[in-house]
């Protein structure tokens, strides 16, 4: 039953916290209990800020928030000389049932993500045809030198590092190499000309007038618009 309670709650989509840094926080004092600079050295030692985007400023009020809710609680507090005092936290039942559910969540249940390539690919229309070749062909050779530098790294890392522990780093190189690709036939597509409506496209740019598909897309929105 409580089982099933949990399921359901987590559906919601609603967590007491849901800031990624309290799963690195959670996952992090499963190994044995930290203060809260120890737990900030730590993540930037194992290269966590490259997976999650981390506000360091907002750590300490994480570690809060993770007590305020029971999942880590106090075990030591401590005070070396002038040094403020330095709180020990461990990880209660309640968050490694939290941490359990949260990344059930996260690994099985697809969501929706937004990026600022995605952003921008939705409003390209505004340049030039010629100008997003460009400035895509400048992402590519960026993608590809990354991928390429990845390589080398995971290779390295591998002899050293369990996969287990690498399989993150592994997913974004697999993201990147799709990207690239994705990049790659999208611009073979603008120079050979096949890229649908790029003549149309390119036409507005020299004279500002519409396509008309375009125009009847414009139109169309406007009759849908509600009145003000």
Same mark, same amino acid.
């Given at each position: 039953?409580?089982?099933?309670?949990?399921?359901?709650?987590?559906?919601?989509?609603?967590?007491?916290?849901?800031?990624?840094? $309290?799963?690195?926080?959670?996952?992090?004092?499963?190994? %044995?209990?930290?203060?809260?600079?120890?737990?900030?050295?730590?993540?930037?030692?194992?290269?966590?800020?490259?997976?999650?985007?981390?506000?360091?400023?907002? =750590? *300490?009020?994480?570690?809060?928030?993770?007590?305020?809710?029971?999942?880590?609680?106090?075990?030591?507090? $401590?005070?070396?000389?002038?040094?403020?005092?330095?709180?020990? *936290?461990?990880?209660? +039942?309640?968050?490694?049932?939290?941490?359990?559910?949260? #990344?059930?969540? =996260?690994?099985?249940?697809?969501?929706?993500?937004?990026? %600022?390539?995605?952003?921008?690919? +939705?409003?390209? $229309?505004?340049?030039?045809?010629?100008?997003? $070749? +460009? #400035?895509?062909?400048?992402?590519?050779?960026?993608?590809?030198?990354?991928?390429?530098?990845?390589?080398?790294?995971?290779?390295?890392?591998?002899?050293?590092?369990?996969?287990?522990? /690498?399989?993150?780093?592994? *997913?974004?190189?697999?993201?990147?190499?799709?990207?690239?690709?994705?990049?790659?036939? =999208?611009?073979?597509?603008?120079?050979?000309?096949?890229?649908? +409506?790029?003549?149309?496209?390119?036409? *507005?740019?020299?004279?500002?007038? /519409?396509?008309?598909?375009?125009?009847?897309?414009?139109?169309?929105?406007?009759?849908?618009?509600?009145?003000?």
């Amino acid at each position: 039953m409580a089982r099933s309670q949990t399921t359901g709650q987590r559906k919601t989509g609603r967590r007491k916290i849901s800031n990624l840094l $309290a799963l690195s926080l959670l996952n992090l004092l499963i190994e %044995r209990p930290m203060y809260p600079y120890e737990m900030a050295a730590t993540l930037r030692q194992r290269g966590k800020d490259e997976a999650i985007k981390i506000n360091w400023g907002s =750590l *300490y009020t994480v570690v809060q928030n993770l007590e305020k809710y029971g999942f880590i609680e106090a075990v030591d507090v $401590a005070r070396e000389g002038r040094q403020p005092e330095r709180t020990t *936290y461990q990880i209660t +039942g309640a968050g490694r049932a939290e941490l359990k559910d949260w #990344l059930r969540e =996260l690994i099985s249940e697809p969501k929706r993500e937004y990026t %600022r390539f995605e952003a921008a690919l +939705g409003e390209c $229309a505004v340049l030039p045809p010629n100008e997003l $070749a +460009g #400035l895509l062909q400048r992402r590519l050779d960026a993608l590809d030198a990354a991928i390429a530098q990845h390589e080398t790294g995971l290779e390295a890392a591998v002899t050293q590092i369990p996969r287990l522990f /690498l399989i993150e780093s592994e *997913y974004h190189l697999a993201l990147r190499r799709a990207e690239a690709e994705w990049i790659r036939e =999208l611009l073979k597509e603008f120079t050979d000309g096949s890229f649908p +409506g790029i003549r149309e496209w390119q036409h *507005y740019h020299d004279t500002g007038v /519409l396509p008309p598909d375009v125009m009847a897309l414009v139109e169309q929105d406007r009759e849908e618009a509600p009145d003000s």
